[in-house]
């Protein structure tokens, strides 16, 4: 078992930044892949960017090429999201997520465990 516990979401103004965190704990962290996704209200829970077991390696959605960074420290078991000049359309409960095949990626069926999500409000 992995048990993954998010923080760091608020309220941010449109133009503004916030890092997430993600605290892992139970099975060796540094053997899975991580990702982080979002869900906003009444829509479905979406990709944001995901990390491989190294942190070697990152891939991102699109919409937030550029503006968001995953990262992670293998030592301190966390990985963080640094978004920067959010939009309100950002928007969303944020979730992290661990794949124990270590690899990135964008698939949520590739993930076996899941953080209870940190709200990130982005106002006009």
């Known amino acids: 078992q992995v048990q993954l516990v998010e923080s760091g979401g608020g309220l941010v103004q449109a133009g503004g930044s916030l890092r997430l965190s993600c605290a892992a704990s139970g099975r060796t962290f540094s053997n899975y892949a991580m990702g982080w996704f979002r869900q906003a209200p009444g829509k479905e829970r979406e990709f944001v960017g995901s990390?491989?077991?190294?942190?070697?390696?990152?891939v991102y959605t699109n919409i937030v090429k550029g503006r968001f960074t995953v990262s992670r420290d293998n030592a301190k078991n966390i990985i963080y999201l640094q978004m920067n000049s959010l939009k309100p359309d950002d928007t969303a409960v944020y979730y992290c997520?661990?794949?124990?095949?270590?690899?990135?990626?964008?698939?949520?069926?590739?993930?076996?465990?899941w953080g209870q999500g940190t709200q990130v409000t982005v106002s006009f």
């Open positions: 997520a661990a794949s124990s095949g270590a690899i990135e990626t964008a698939r949520t069926n590739d993930y076996n465990y």
């Open positions: 990390i491989s077991w190294s942190g070697g390696r990152t």
